[in-house]
């Protein structure tokens, strides 16, 4: 997607249409990876997650695919609707000496617009 | 809804004043963090709580920043002689330590805008 006024990508689909939000994450040493959905007003909302040593989940409508060669995690989302709206963040957490903090490190969200 | 709780959703305040956010999270949850969004931006990580101890604060929580959760229960973000860039949205998020992915949900925020 391009980017607009507020330096975030962006994705337009049409109601019905699949729907793919791509991520780059930073650290290797990042075991853990979550997407959230953000709508205008709200907290982060979470829709999945996935651990490293797999490469690929599924949930309802959404699947999330985990490509540690390129650092590089996927939402696809199916039959996407107009409530599917919002701002999709992914993060990923680091296990620091064997206890993790679960601090959560956010990537640059994606704006999905589903048009009727 | 996911459970968390806080308070005020928003808080308009003036250069110099003090400012306190409160945030409830999910009653069985013994980890509380605290986050900052600011506009076109994912949330940063501010601060960390297991129970009532705070083991790990950001280098973007200054003095002017301090956090309790004096019971393992609520906690509370306050920001001493608040400055125009401290205007953002304070997310707070919980989770329990024993489960599988230590998932963590947010709550609904407190937009802070000062002026």
């Known amino acids: 997607g391009e980017s607009v006024g507020l330096h975030l990508p962006t994705l337009s689909v049409q109601e019905g249409d699949n729907s793919i939000i791509n991520c780059a ?18 907290g982060p909302q979470f829709i999945i997650d996935i651990r490293s040593n797999m490469d690929k989940r599924q949930g309802q409508r959404v699947t999330v695919l985990l490509n540690k060669t390129v650092k590089h995690l996927s939402l696809q989302i199916a039959a996407t609707q107009p409530g599917d709206s919002a701002v999709y963040f ?3 957490r680091i296990t620091a000496g064997g206890t993790s903090y679960g601090k959560l490190t956010f990537g640059q969200g994606t704006i999905l617009t589903v048009h009727p | 809804d996911t459970g968390v709780s806080q308070d005020p959703r928003h808080k308009i305040t003036k250069r110099g004043q003090n400012v306190t956010f409160r945030c409830d999270p999910i009653s069985e949850h013994n980890r509380l963090y605290w986050y900052r969004q600011t506009l076109g931006q994912g949330p940063e990580f ?63 925020g407190t937009r802070l805008t000062v002026l």
């Open chain 1, 25 to 42: 994450y930073s650290n290797s040493a990042s075991d853990y990876f979550i997407w959230y959905k953000q709508e205008s007003g709200k």
């Open chain 1, 90 to 92: 992914c993060a990923e």
């Open chain 2, 46 to 108: 501010l601060t960390y709580f297991q129970n009532e101890a705070q083991l790990e604060k950001s280098r973007l929580l200054s003095d002017r920043f301090s956090a309790e959760r004096p019971k393992g229960s609520f906690s509370t973000l306050e920001i001493q002689r608040t400055e125009q860039g401290d205007s953002a949205m304070y997310l707070c998020a919980s989770s329990f330590q024993g489960s599988s992915y230590n998932e963590q949900f947010f709550g609904p």
